[in-house]
């Protein structure tokens, strides 16, 4: 069946530094979202992309659907505190159910 | 956060007894999920139900069965627990607004002994 691959699995971080992770699909999506989960917490819908080449911003978050709509990635400018979690992606499937990736856990160093 | 609830939020059970966990929303979304966590493993999906009496299965469902008799209760039955069974329950909801978004429950941590 359809898989999404996200990597990293893990990314540290300083403060103040950049993290992006990855999506990708060996079939072509329709579309694909991202999900935000705290430590402890449950996922919450952070964005959707449906159009080839799509480029979404929310404030230090830069969201990108690719040319070929196969992949995707996360990029957040300038780390805080506050991004910490772990960040998945999750495609719609045929029967419009999500698959989803296994999730990339930002770390903040000390 | 759709007015999802989820009971118990933590329960310990032991191998071979029946567990069922409930998902409760107030805001009449049609379609309703069940998801395992798992580390490493992202959401799976174990079945969904798109309105009442009418559910499905999803990438897990061995070993789980649901009901759905009202529109706002998703029920998730554990016939026989067993340890691989240990996981986070996640129960979301497909938003009927807002195009395929999904939101979720706290979730119920469940060990199986």
């Known amino acids: 069946g359809q898989q999404v691959m996200q990597i990293p699995q893990y990314q540290h971080v300083q403060e103040g530094e950049d993290f992006t992770t990855y999506c990708n699909s060996s079939t072509t999506l329709s579309n694909i979202q991202w999900y935000k989960q705290r430590p402890g917490g449950h996922p919450v819908f952070l964005i959707q992309?449906?159009?080839s080449g799509e480029v979404k911003k929310q404030k230090r978050l830069t969201f990108q659907f690719g040319e070929a709509k196969k992949n995707s990635s996360l990029h957040i400018t300038a780390t805080q505190t506050t991004d910490v979690g772990t960040y998945f992606c999750a495609a719609m499937d045929s029967n419009y159910q999500l698959i989803w990736g296994a999730g990339t856990k930002l770390i903040i160093k000390p | 956060d759709a007015g999802i609830t989820q009971s118990p939020r933590h329960k310990v059970t032991e191998t071979g007894t029946p567990v069922t966990l409930r998902c409760h929303q107030t805001?009449?979304?049609?379609?309703m999920y069940w998801y395992r966590q798992d580390p490493g493993h992202g959401l799976r999906l174990i079945h969904y139900s798109y309105g009442v009496k009418d559910t499905d299965k999803g990438e897990v469902s061995d070993g789980y069965s649901v009901s759905r008799s009202k529109t706002e209760d998703f029920l998730l039955t554990l016939e026989s627990a067993t340890s691989s069974q240990t996981s986070v329950y996640f129960c979301?909801?497909?938003?009927?607004?807002?195009?395929?978004?999904?939101?979720f429950g706290p979730g119920t941590r469940l060990t199986v002994t």
């Open positions: 992309l449906v159009k």
């Open positions: 979301a909801i497909r938003h009927r607004d807002r195009a395929y978004e999904q939101y």
């Open positions: 805001e009449n979304h049609r379609y």
